[in-house]
């Protein structure tokens, strides 16, 4: 398929995480509308530290940012630890501060938590991340679409068609964005 890239970010190193499973069955879901990409280097890239930025990108940190940049939007699903962001990926976003791909570009995410209000402090901190480095957040394409474990199936996507409707339905919201400001 030939069409826009749409970068997909699971915050959660977790076997079996609800919100991989969300970011997974986009993919599946979008295959016919746009060319994706899942993120799945996360637990490999290095703390952060400016010095290194400074000098040489590790590898795991160009490869990230290169596909930031290659994407036309990104769509992210994390969960929330102790009222904020997974340390882990608030280190993959301090990693992109640094650079000027995620400048402009639109960015969503979807809460898949049983109650939205669990995961309020993270995505209130991903939003104050987002706007600091200069991320076009799409709003209409945030959504909050609960995956239980009774949605999932052996596969580790998410089964429910309710669910996966609402899955792709945000993604779609986030590629019309893109779509209308090519126009």
Same mark, same amino acid.
């Given at each position: 398929?030939?069409?826009?890239?749409?970068?997909?970010?699971?915050?959660?190193?977790?076997?079996?995480?609800?919100?991989?499973?969300?970011?997974?069955?986009?993919?599946?879901? %979008?295959?016919?509308?746009? *060319?994706?990409?899942? @993120?799945?280097?996360?637990?490999? %890239?290095?703390?952060?530290?400016?010095?290194?930025? /400074? $000098?040489?990108?590790? *590898?795991?940190?160009? #490869?990230?940012?290169?596909?930031?940049?290659? /994407?036309?939007?990104? !769509?992210? #699903?994390?969960?929330? @630890?102790?009222?904020?962001?997974?340390?882990?990926? &608030?280190? !993959?976003?301090?990693?992109?501060?640094?650079?000027?791909?995620?400048?402009? &570009?639109?960015?969503?995410?979807?809460?898949?938590?049983?109650?939205? $209000?669990?995961?309020?402090?993270?995505?209130?901190?991903?939003?104050?991340?987002?706007? @600091? $480095?200069?991320?076009?957040?799409?709003?209409? /394409? #945030?959504?909050?679409?609960?995956?239980? +474990?009774?949605?999932?199936?052996?596969?580790?996507?998410?089964?429910?068609?309710?669910?996966?409707?609402?899955?792709?339905? +945000?993604?779609?919201? !986030? %590629?019309?964005?893109?779509?209308?400001?090519?126009?």
């Amino acid at each position: 398929m030939t069409g826009p890239q749409l970068l997909l970010i699971s915050g959660s190193l977790r076997d079996g995480s609800s919100n991989s499973a969300a970011i997974r069955t986009v993919a599946a879901q %979008l295959e016919s509308d746009a *060319d994706v990409t899942v @993120y799945a280097e996360m637990g490999l %890239l290095p703390h952060f530290n400016p010095d290194v930025e /400074a $000098t040489a990108l590790p *590898d795991v940190v160009a #490869c990230l940012r290169r596909n930031i940049d290659d /994407a036309v939007a990104v !769509l992210i #699903c994390t969960p929330e @630890y102790a009222g904020a962001l997974p340390g882990s990926f &608030k280190n !993959l976003l301090d990693w992109t501060v640094g650079g000027m791909e995620i400048v402009d &570009k639109p960015v969503a995410w979807i809460n898949v938590s049983a109650n939205a $209000t669990n995961a309020a402090g993270a995505h209130a901190s991903l939003e104050t991340v987002l706007n @600091y $480095t200069g991320a076009d957040i799409v709003h209409d /394409a #945030c959504r909050h679409v609960p995956v239980a +474990a009774a949605d999932l199936s052996s596969d580790g996507l998410v089964s429910t068609s309710a669910v996966v409707d609402e899955l792709r339905s +945000a993604a779609l919201t !986030l %590629l019309e964005r893109v779509r209308q400001e090519r126009a």
